[in-house]
């Protein structure tokens, strides 16, 4: 591959060499040579130009063996910041983090997404402009965008594709509307493939395999697999709520229009349903959690049941991917342990011994953040990887010429 234009042929490789700070941890210029492997004249090289750049900063010197402390540098991550949106049937949740993935402002708001996309995407960026403003910090400093969006999504273009509950924004070109607003990539993707990921890089990043799956209004899952989302050949990966499930009675007709989906089974809506049919005021996800909550015992055996439906389907997915953790995130997630137990049950017995080994079923640990840190960590790998990297001390070194 070419160098940047205005990199130096003696510079290419920054971008490889800066991948080894990444993690935030301090480092010295000989801590660099020893991790890759190359010598110390050619890691100084490098190491200068990212401070240029700003990518850098120096964080204080280490021990000293005898002679001068070396320098310690680490990564800047306040040089920058990226924008993250995370887009639901009936809010917006809109923020500013830094390229360590710290939030540093959010403002969460009621947005109908049948709106359509542009006056919600304007919407949002205004409230990033509100946002940006607060913080002191000026739209040429927004490295990049992410957005998820509650349907599918062909990753590569941006666009959704033919969303149920979005209408007018089937083969909207998200990126083209929101580069008239900010500068740096646009990147969309589907909200459980973000809260995946979001999942995946604040509580196990250590677990390179991992599933989550959304309960709420739908049932859908993102895959996190080698550490890198698994998104399939068009996007539409991890689409569990249209799985037929086992047993499930063939009058029930999910919106997809099949019958027995998981979704019309064991969504909120299908559960909310069995529960008004015993009586109870339950309309929304919320109502259920807050009758599991207060102790209910048809809320209880209805929301346990539809763990255990739940849990049917994932244990095809435990045997197929094989994954170290599958997280439950979404509205009935707050039912806590009783939606987790249904899903334990039928997993653990219907899956193969090796697969459940060191398996664990938990509840999600980012909570509503898991879209907003998702879109962040999509937005700051992209701009951090080694060829933008590259690019972007390019740019630094020609204006400085």
């Not at 910041?81 to 959010?106: C, E, F, M, Y």
């Not at 006056?119 to 910090?137: K, N, P, T």
């Not at 999600?364 to 590259?390: C, F």
Request: overall charge negative.
């Amino acid at each position: 591959m070419n160098a940047p234009a205005g990199l130096p042929p003696s510079l290419v490789g920054t971008g490889d060499l800066f991948q080894h700070l990444r993690d935030g941890t301090p480092r010295t210029r000989g801590d660099l040579a020893r991790l890759s492997s190359l010598a110390r004249s050619t890691v100084t090289a490098r190491v200068d130009a990212l401070l240029v750049a700003g990518l850098l900063r120096p964080v204080g010197e280490a021990a000293s063996t005898g002679g001068r402390p070396p320098s310690r540098f680490a990564l800047n991550g306040g040089d920058r910041v990226v924008v993250a949106i995370d887009l639901g049937a009936s809010h917006a949740s809109v923020a500013v983090s830094d390229l360590t993935n710290q939030v540093l402002a959010q403002r969460t708001v009621e947005s109908d997404i049948a709106d359509g996309p542009t006056a919600v995407l304007d919407r949002s960026a205004a409230i990033v402009q509100e946002l940006l403003a607060e913080l002191g910090r000026p739209v040429s400093d927004v490295a990049g965008s992410g957005i998820g969006v509650p349907g599918p999504v062909a990753h590569a273009s941006g666009r959704p594709a033919n969303p149920p509950i979005m209408p007018g924004w089937h083969d909207f070109d998200i990126p083209a509307h929101m580069a008239q607003h900010f500068g740096g990539p646009v990147l969309v993707d589907n909200d459980v493939n973000l809260m995946a990921l979001g999942e995946h890089v604040t509580s196990w990043r250590s677990d390179r395999h991992l599933l989550l799956v959304k309960v709420a209004t739908g049932i859908g899952a993102g895959i996190v697999s080698d550490g890198r989302l698994l998104r399939g050949a068009l996007g539409s990966a991890g689409d569990l709520g249209h799985v037929h499930v086992a047993g499930a009675a063939n009058d029930v007709v999910c919106r997809c229009g099949n019958v027995g989906c998981l979704e019309a089974v064991a969504a909120g809506p299908a559960i909310a349903a069995r529960l008004r049919a015993h009586g109870l005021d339950v309309e929304s996800s919320q109502d259920i959690v807050d009758a599991v909550t207060a102790g209910d015992v048809t809320a209880l055996q209805a929301v346990r049941e539809a763990g255990r439906d739940l849990g049917s389907v994932l244990a095809t997915c435990v045997n197929l991917l094989n994954p170290s953790v599958i997280v439950i995130g979404g509205k009935l997630s707050e039912a806590g342990e009783y939606l987790l137990a249904g899903v334990r049950e039928v997993v653990y017995q219907r899956s193969l011994p090796l697969a459940t080994h060191d398996l664990r079923i938990v509840g999600t640990a980012a909570g509503s953040q898991g879209g907003i840190l998702g879109a962040a960590a999509m937005v700051i790998d992209a701009v951090l990887a080694p060829r933008a990297v590259e690019v972007y001390v390019a740019q630094h070194l020609a204006r400085s010429a």
